[in-house]
Every structure is written in C-alpha cells, then in structure tokens.
C-alpha cells in the first residue's frame, strides 16, 4: 500500500513555539539568578536541635515550635537523604535544560490515514480504581507536623507528639536558614517544648549571624550555557544569552 508525507500540524507547530519560548525565559531566570542557584547549601546554612527525654516518664501530648527571631526565614529539610536540597526545588536547578525538540512530519501508509472511515475505531479501556481508602492511625510515639509541614520558607514551624517516651533514641529537627543577599543578618532560632506534664516550657536559643561575601559566578555560568548548547562557545552580556 502507497504512503504519502504528513507535516506536523499548525496546531504541533504553535505548542512547538510555546514550549520554546518557555525554556528560553526559563534559561535566562536560570543564568540571572546563577549565583545562587549553583550554591545553595552555602547560601542557606543549615542548623539542628537535638531533642531527648531524659525524664522518668513520657511526655504527654507534647508540641515542638521552632521560630526565627530576625529578618530571615527557615524551612525545614526532608528526612530523605536522596532528595534534593530544599532550596533547589525552590529555586530550580542551576543546570540548563536541553531546548524542545521541534515537530517533524512522518510518513504514513493510506490505511493510517483513512482506517478510522473503515471502521478501524476501538473503544478507549476504561480506567477502575480502587474506591477504598485504608486508614492508618498515628504511632503515639512518633512525631508529626502540625498542622502540616511548610511548603516555602517561613517564621516558624511546629510538631507534636502524643507520647514522647523516656530513654527512647533521640529527636532530631533540622532546617535551612533563607535570607536576603543585600544585607548581613543577624538574630536567632528559638526551640519551645511544651508537654501537659511539663510545668514550664523548654526554651532553647540559637544565636544567628551571617556575612553576605559576593563572589563571580560568570564562568561557572558560561560553562553551563556552553554545555546545552553542545560545547559551543558562547559569551554572557548584560544578563543576555
């Protein structure tokens, strides 16, 4: 059976068009804001308390706050070691991504062309999913967030625990500090544990003081544009590609 050449559809076309455009403004937010992109753990240290029950009894119904004192914010880290750093999910990622491949017509056999006039038409598969949802109650002795863990950088964040057990292994909260890159900063991170069987709050105060140091990122950043442009050299002007 002949076939016969079919190029790619105005409408592939004009989506083609949208996507490039796309990455190409999200490759210059990326060379724009390369200095912090390429560093984020540096731009944004991170600090940790270490919490332990080192009383006789559980603690009953106990609620974790940690509150920045200062003009800067903090954002707690995943426990999952393999993902990315918290800020780079923010912010995006300092490499380059590979431009759009552009639409390409095809040739196809008359049937491909016509089969659906011949009757050639099946049924879409129907897509079940299981109605049910499971329960899963909450281990008393495990910490959660409340009420949910923060989606971007803030002032403060909390967790609470039904029954903080004595002797058991220790609690660890760790976040990241986000800041402004004009000025230095300087504050401090309070940590308060209350407990109903706990007759004053625990307040524990972590001094804050950081330097803003400005250093070059154009070289790292022409790398990077040469890279996804397959080794081509290139040259960065006035925040320009």
């Not at 105005?10 to 989506?15: A, G, I, P, Q, R």
């Amino acid at each position: 059976m002949g076939k016969c050449y079919v190029p790619p559809s105005k409408h592939d076309v004009e989506k083609y068009h949208q996507k490039y455009d796309k990455w190409l403004h999200g490759c210059r937010d990326t060379i724009s804001n390369f200095h912090i992109l390429s560093r984020p753990s540096h731009l944004f240290p991170e600090f940790r308390y270490v919490v332990t029950n080192e009383g006789s009894r559980p603690g009953k119904d106990v609620l974790v706050e940690i509150e920045t004192r200062g003009k800067f914010r903090i954002m707690p880290q995943s426990e999952d070691s393999d993902e990315p750093h918290i800020f780079t999910k923010l912010l995006g990622s300092h490499e380059l991504s590979k431009p759009p491949r552009a639409p390409k017509g095809k040739w196809v056999s008359l049937f491909e062309m016509y089969g659906s006039s011949l009757g050639g038409y099946l049924p879409p598969i129907p897509n079940y999913t299981n109605p049910d949802v499971q329960y899963v109650p909450r281990d008393p002795n495990k910490f959660y967030w409340k009420p949910e863990k923060p989606e971007e950088p803030t002032a403060t964040f909390s967790f609470e625990c039904e029954q903080m057990r004595h002797g058991s292994n220790p609690e660890e909260f760790r976040g990241s500090i986000f800041c402004g890159m004009s000025d230095d900063v300087s504050g401090a991170i309070e940590l308060r544990i209350h407990a109903e069987n706990l007759t004053k709050a625990i307040k524990v105060i972590l001094p804050v003081r950081l330097s803003i140091v400005r250093v070059s990122a154009y070289d790292s950043a022409k790398q990077a544009v040469e890279a996804c442009c397959g080794g081509v050299k290139t040259t960065i002007t006035g925040g320009q590609i």
